[in-house]
């Protein structure tokens, strides 16, 4: 079993960067593919981006292609999300996610492990 913690939320103007991490513990993260996760208040938990164990892999919702990067580091176990060009509607709750099957990753439905969450705000 692994266990996850992100990282690096926080409040930033709109068009701003930001970027999340995500530590894992133990289990080398080298075994899953990860993905990320966000909820909005009142909404339910959707798909952003997701990237296969070795990183040779990533897919990404519509809404973010082409300012969320999603990487990962298996030396020091953890996986990132870079964020560009915030929107007011990037703000969310977001959420780490593994899995040792990519194929629920890749049609984004969420994996079996979970993090806590961190928040993103993101004023106009």
């Known amino acids: 079993q692994v266990q996850l913690v992100e990282s690096g939320g926080g409040l930033v103007q709109a068009g701003g960067t930001l970027r999340l991490s995500c530590a894992a513990s133990?289990?080398?993260?080298?075994?899953?593919?990860m993905g990320w996760f966000r909820q909005a208040p009142g909404k339910e938990r959707e798909f952003v981006a997701a990237?296969?164990?070795?990183?040779?892999?990533?897919f990404y919702a519509d809404s973010v292609k082409g300012r969320f990067t999603i990487s990962r580091d298996n030396a020091k176990n953890t996986v990132y999300l870079q964020m560009n060009s915030l929107k007011p509607e990037d703000t969310a709750v977001y959420y780490c996610n593994a899995d040792a099957v990519f194929s629920k990753l890749q049609r984004g439905a969420p994996g079996a492990y979970w993090g806590q969450g961190t928040q993103v705000t993101v004023s106009s």
């Open positions: 990237i296969n164990w070795i990183g040779g892999n990533t």
């Open positions: 133990g289990r080398t993260i080298n075994r899953y593919h």
